[in-house]
Nanobody
Framework: QVQLQASGGGLVQPGGSLRLSCAAS????????INWFRQAPGKEREGLLC????????YYRHSVKGRFTISRDNAKNTVYLQMSGLRPEDTAVYYC?????????????????RGQGTQVTVSS
């Protein structure tokens, strides 16, 4: 069973950028599609985007398309979420999850193995 840990969050001004990392342990990421999702206090969990084992990207949230990109480095057993043009409404705890499927689903599912998320705060 793969275990994931998201990191790289922090405080950033509106319009700024951050790169989050999702590092795996316990298993290789090679055979998993990986998704990113977030949850803000008092709000429902939001699926953001997913990368397949063949690096095909599926977006689940229209508001991040064009601002967030996802990539994977199997040699480092890590998936990245590059975020730019950050907005206050992007403030949340960000998580990554793994699905034991090569391709991302049409609809978001959180997957398994998520650890503690990483806090992203967008504020001036």
């Amino acid at each position: 069973q793969v275990q994931l840990q998201a990191s790289g969050g922090g405080l950033v001004q509106p319009g700024g950028s951050l790169r989050l990392s999702c590092a795996a342990s316990g298993n290789t990421l090679n055979d998993y599609s990986i998704n990113w999702f977030r949850q803000a206090p008092g709000k429902e969990r939001e699926g953001l985007l997913c990368i397949s084992t063949t690096e095909r990207v599926t977006y689940y949230r229209h508001s991040v398309k064009g601002r967030f990109t996802i990539s994977r480095d199997n040699a480092k057993n890590t998936v990245y979420l590059q975020m730019s043009g950050l907005r206050p409404e992007d403030t949340a705890v960000y998580y990554c999850g793994a699905s034991a499927r090569s391709q991302c689903g049409t609809f978001f599912t959180p997957g398994t193995g998520r650890g503690q998320g990483t806090q992203v705060t967008v504020s001036s």
